[in-house]
């Protein structure tokens, strides 16, 4: 009874293998002829966002040829592309070997000047070089209107060389923090009037180095901590000796990280 029920076992496994390969077989044979399982068209939401023949260079290997493995291997194509173009992509199927790409640019947030180069900053932190050739592929990507941010060579690298994959990559960059720093600055109304802002440590700590746009030449630069919250009372006292008639004239250099105290300076700048 037990050999029995053995030997149906085999058969059944056997069949099953049989059945599995006439299946391939006939699929195969219907793709060959007919190309059933080839990628269609993949279209794109916004229309000409991108260049078709790179979502096509970007697909999973065999995808091209057998569509089905765009189900599972969807998040390639989006890290392939994402990785060298500034966009963010989502893959829907939409019918049969039918595909709809939704592309949204990356919005730069800022500039950000290191290592000889400038960069763009998104809000959500990727960062890629403002030369980068395909800035001009994606359309839909602007330059940002608040001032430069010098980040400077004391300061932690923002990018980690060492697992940087394309030409897009996700920042070290404190931005949450940055975002704070532009924040306070528009409020005051500072962000027109500032030509860059330079970040250092000083002491253990993050420094601003703000640099001011001024009538007839003059410079104004205001040295200051990181913490947004000390600003508005700067402000006033910055706004109070920008009305001194005594300095309209010269370049000021301010100093504002010593707790109770500013130093005024009128010097070359």
Same mark, same amino acid.
Do not use: C
């Given at each position: 009874?037990?050999?029995?029920?053995?030997?149906?076992?085999?058969?059944?496994?056997?069949?099953?293998?049989?059945?599995?390969? @006439?299946?391939?077989?006939?699929?195969?044979? @219907?793709?060959?002829? /007919? $190309?059933?399982?080839?990628?269609?068209?993949? %279209?794109?939401?916004?229309?000409?966002?991108?260049?078709?023949?790179?979502?096509?260079?970007?697909?999973?290997?065999?995808?091209? &040829?057998?569509?089905? #493995?765009?189900?599972?291997?969807?998040?390639?194509?989006?890290?392939?592309?994402?990785? /060298?173009?500034?966009?963010? &992509?989502?893959?829907?199927?939409?019918?049969?070997?039918?595909?709809?790409?939704?592309?949204?640019?990356?919005?730069?947030?800022?500039? &950000?000047?290191?290592?000889?180069?400038?960069?763009?900053?998104?809000?959500?932190?990727?960062?890629?070089?403002?030369?980068?050739?395909?800035?001009? @592929?994606? $359309?839909? #990507?602007? %330059?940002?209107? =608040?001032?430069?941010?010098?980040?400077?060579?004391?300061?932690?690298?923002? #990018?980690?060389?060492?697992?940087? =994959?394309?030409?897009?990559?996700?920042?070290?960059?404190?931005?949450?923090?940055?975002? %704070?720093?532009?924040?306070?600055?528009?409020?005051?109304?500072?962000?027109?009037?500032?030509?860059?802002?330079?970040?250092?440590?000083?002491?253990? =700590?993050?420094?601003?180095?703000?640099?001011?746009?001024? @009538?007839?030449?003059?410079?104004?630069?205001?040295?200051?901590?990181?913490?947004?919250?000390?600003?508005?009372?700067? %402000?006033?006292?910055?706004?109070?000796?920008?009305?001194?008639?005594?300095? =309209?004239?010269?370049?000021?250099?301010?100093?504002?990280?010593?707790?109770?105290?500013?130093? &005024?300076?009128?010097?070359?700048?």
């Amino acid at each position: 009874m037990v050999i029995s029920q053995q030997k149906t076992k085999k058969k059944w496994k056997k069949g099953r293998i049989i059945l599995f390969f @006439l299946i391939a077989g006939f699929l195969y044979g @219907l793709e060959q002829r /007919y $190309h059933v399982f080839r990628v269609a068209n993949i %279209s794109y939401v916004p229309d000409n966002i991108l260049e078709q023949d790179m979502v096509w260079r970007a697909m999973p290997e065999k995808a091209a &040829v057998f569509w089905p #493995i765009l189900f599972w291997r969807s998040d390639v194509l989006k890290s392939e592309i994402e990785h /060298y173009y500034p966009v963010h &992509v989502d893959l829907k199927s939409v019918g049969w070997g039918k595909f709809r790409l939704n592309v949204i640019p990356l919005e730069p947030y800022i500039k &950000v000047y290191w290592s000889g180069m400038t960069w763009y900053l998104s809000d959500e932190g990727k960062i890629w070089r403002v030369s980068l050739g395909a800035n001009a @592929l994606v $359309h839909g #990507i602007e %330059s940002p209107k =608040r001032p430069l941010l010098v980040w400077g060579k004391d300061m932690p690298i923002p #990018i980690n060389m060492d697992k940087q =994959r394309g030409d897009i990559t996700q920042s070290s960059l404190p931005v949450q923090r940055i975002k %704070s720093w532009y924040h306070e600055l528009d409020r005051l109304g500072w962000n027109e009037k500032i030509n860059r802002v330079t970040a250092i440590r000083s002491e253990g =700590r993050f420094v601003l180095k703000l640099e001011f746009k001024t @009538l007839f030449e003059k410079k104004m630069v205001i040295m200051i901590n990181d913490d947004p919250a000390e600003w508005q009372s700067i %402000s006033q006292a910055v706004s109070a000796i920008q009305r001194d008639r005594s300095v =309209r004239s010269e370049d000021l250099f301010i100093d504002t990280t010593y707790k109770g105290k500013l130093i &005024v300076r009128s010097r070359d700048l």
